[in-house]
């Protein structure tokens, strides 16, 4: 089973709303990682590798580098999306990219990169966080609240439209797997009305339907 339209959403939102023209060599290898992330989480076992091997790669380069950390956690992390159908093994790796990601989050308290590496550092585990199964892994509390961090942010305001709609639409997904039907209406009703036209306010667009249907 793949994940859902709803996470390919937001991770598409990544390739988006960050600088369309790289201004220095570190812009541009972590936006082709964005890309290979992107097709590791709706893809196989061979592409989660492909993209864990680049990742790797990159860190070498840029070693203790928190948004590099954080994608090479999620890739870890990705072995456990449909833990119930693989062997133990992939549920040690998934622990292995949780602690890393971990460490990525703990290393933004001395990072003095551009605050969109941050708010980025901080989406790529959200999203890992709220999306592994909670019966197992049990994230989704520091899922709900990196949420509320990156909502919190002092200058969310001054953030691309289409990244205020991706931060929304995690809340939306943190919220539903909590059970809030409330909130998951109220944070899809802002990723609609931040960027209508967006990937995210699409999709938020589509599942209001679903929920007036």
Do not use: W
């Amino acid at each position: 089973m793949k994940l859902s339209l709803r996470v390919l959403a937001l991770l598409s939102a990544l390739i988006c709303v960050f600088p369309a023209h790289a201004e220095n060599q570190f812009e541009i290898d972590i936006k082709a990682v964005r890309e290979i992330y992107l097709i590791a989480t709706d893809g196989t076992e061979r592409d989660i590798r492909k993209a864990t091997r680049k990742i790797r790669q990159l860190e070498s380069k840029y070693p203790g580098n928190p948004l590099v950390l954080a994608y090479k956690g999620g890739a870890l992390s990705l072995r456990g999306k449909d833990i119930g159908k693989r062997p133990l093994d992939r549920m040690r790796e998934t622990e292995e990219g949780l602690n890393i990601l971990d460490r990525a989050l703990r290393k933004l308290n001395q990072h003095n990169g551009h605050y969109l590496e941050t708010v980025e550092t901080r989406l790529v585990a959200t999203y890992v966080f709220i999306n592994l199964p909670d019966s197992i892994f049990h994230r989704l509390r520091e899922g709900r609240h990196l949420v509320k961090q990156l909502l919190s942010h002092p200058q969310f305001s001054e953030m691309p439209l289409g990244l205020q709609a991706a931060i929304y639409f995690a809340a939306a997904i943190a919220a539903e797997k909590s059970n809030d039907q409330n909130q998951y209406k109220h944070y899809l009703e802002l990723t609609f009305k931040t960027d209508p036209k967006g990937k995210n306010g699409k999709k938020a667009q589509m599942l209001l339907k679903d929920l007036s249907g």
